[in-house]
């Protein structure tokens, strides 16, 4: 799944959802429920744009 | 019962014992009987040695006899969550059917034992999907918070003056605050890891549950400082367990108007609010702060950070549970971990201005009191901190309508233990400590 140019959080839920079921095959709701948690938070920190040299730091 | 451990604290037990007031003996058996008569309502211990506390605490008062004391905390009883490896005790995080008696202690067991503490037991924490048995000191039909709900039950309900804990989302200062007792999380490395078995390594703070902000300054003095055994601690030895406070004036204090009032009932916004004007009245400079708009950021970089790191934890049951979040974390892509590390970077330093003019933020602990059930409460308004590595403390200040503590939050820039510790103890100083619940 690519960083940039950002991501929708339907397209991250799509790619979650189906490496998912690719591993353990189809999801529970509750499992859907945190793979949408996850991919919201993809698409919103695939929208950030970091100052050049950013890094991720030792902490 | 014949010690008030509520008046005394951590501080006053070890003054009583090196003063020749308590002995050691008198001491554990005092905690013991406490234990003895609330820990059935309460189901704070998960594991507890009386023998071995009791021999402990005989050789402890041998020394005292002969003049001898180990530290600052001779003959002090102490609890600690059963994440940590202590020497002769199973951990119950290992979730194994058999626990092996641990053959070594955790850094800060170790540190905590060279200064004379005696360690009574392990105190409850969820394990896996199981949430714990324990029970508010305040009211045994709510919780005590979690995940270090033994450590702020057993403090909350007086049977020990201290208890250590761990803290990856809000782990150390909710029960803290929902038993109404002080709760510190120290900067992240500021205390040595080693023997706390990691959750999410880059997030994990070993944090400290007391009585008084003078006790848990008394015993960060003795858990700080480098660690040999974990590379992430900071290099700044300990500081001091003199908070100097016939030095220091007023604090300046940032009341943070965004992101964390918002997400709290009226009991706790009314009460953040008379608080704030006590606290004014009083002499603090007061000022409202409104965080950056890319605040926001922390609660998506800590869900990723988290289950990313959790998910190599061989000790959840991410195969056994489809459901659970490790499972999940184990799907994020490498350039999501990565760049929301550098978020997490980004913030740190964005952030840093915002305490130019300040000694701390203020902002609530949790959005109310102890919910009611099993369900360990919400650490929503504790994650960033947690995110960032920032120092933060649980300072009590009153009760909701339905008579169970409230805290406040007050938080420092990375490396401000000291400070932070110090315009905590004038908040404690100004809004009084709770008294201790009828439990005992």
């Not at chain 1, 690519?2 to 079921?21: G, V």
């Not at chain 2, 402890?60 to 003049?67: A, I, Q």
């Not at chain 2, 006590?278 to 708009?293: F, I, M, N, Y």
């Amino acid at each position: 799944m690519r960083l940039k140019p950002e991501i929708s959080a339907d397209e991250a839920f799509q790619w979650l959802s189906a490496e998912s079921e690719r591993r353990w095959g189809p999801s529970t709701d509750q499992a859907s429920r945190l793979l949408r948690t996850l991919a919201a938070d993809m698409a919103t920190i695939s929208a950030v744009d970091l100052p050049d040299g950013t890094e991720p730091g030792a902490h | 019962m014949g010690i008030p451990v509520d008046e005394l604290g951590v501080v006053g037990i070890a003054a009583g014992i090196a003063a020749g007031d308590y002995s050691p003996t008198e001491v554990v058996a005092d905690a013991l009987d406490r234990i003895e008569l609330a820990d059935a309502r309460v189901h704070a211990w998960s594991y507890l040695d009386p023998d071995g506390a009791r021999r402990e605490a005989e050789l402890l008062t041998s020394e005292v006899r002969r003049g001898y004391s180990r530290g600052p905390l001779h003959g002090v009883p102490i609890g600690v969550k059963d994440e940590f490896l202590v020497r002769d005790m199973p951990t119950g995080m290992r979730d194994k059917t058999t626990l092996p008696l641990e053959t070594v202690d955790a850094t800060s067991v170790s540190l905590l034992r060279r200064a004379g503490a005696i360690i009574l037991g392990k105190t409850h924490m969820p394990i896996g999907d199981r949430t714990p048995p324990t029970r508010n000191p305040w009211n045994q039909e709510h919780t005590a918070g979690g995940t270090s709900s033994g450590s702020g039950a057993a403090v909350g309900a007086r049977m020990v003056p201290a208890a250590i804990g761990e803290q990856t989302a809000g782990s150390n200062l909710r029960p803290a605050a929902y038993c109404g007792v002080v709760g510190m999380k120290p900067t992240y490395g500021r205390i040595g890891r080693f023997g706390c078995i990691p959750y999410a390594w880059s997030l994990d703070h070993v944090g400290i549950i007391a009585l008084s902000v003078a006790d848990v300054a008394l015993l960060l003095s003795v858990m700080a400082g480098p660690d040999p055994r974990d590379p992430t601690t900071l290099s700044d030895p300990p500081p001091t367990s003199d908070l100097r406070m016939n030095e220091r004036g007023a604090p300046r204090i940032g009341v943070v108007r965004n992101f964390f009032l918002q997400r709290c009932g009226e009991d706790m916004r009314a009460g953040i609010e008379r608080a704030v004007g006590t606290l004014r009245s009083a002499g603090a400079t007061v000022a409202d702060v409104h965080l950056p708009d890319d605040f926001q950021l922390t609660w998506s970089c800590w869900r990723i950070i988290t289950y990313a790191e959790a998910s190599i934890c061989d000790y959840f049951p991410s195969e056994e549970s489809d459901s659970s979040r490790y499972r999940a974390g184990s799907l994020l892509p490498a350039t999501y971990y990565l760049q929301a590390r550098r978020i997490r970077t980004w913030l740190r330093g964005m952030l840093a201005e915002y305490w130019v003019d300040r000694d701390v933020l203020l902002m609530p602990t949790t959005p109310g009191p102890a919910p009611e059930g099993m369900n360990t409460g919400d650490p929503s308004l504790l994650i960033p901190w947690s995110l960032l590595g920032f120092p933060s403390v649980n300072v009590p200040f009153g009760f909701a309508e339905n008579g169970l503590p409230m805290g406040l939050q007050l938080v420092a820039p990375p490396g401000r233990d000291y400070e932070l510790l110090q315009a905590s103890a004038w908040v404690e100083s100004v809004l009084g400590r709770l008294p201790a619940p009828s439990i005992i």
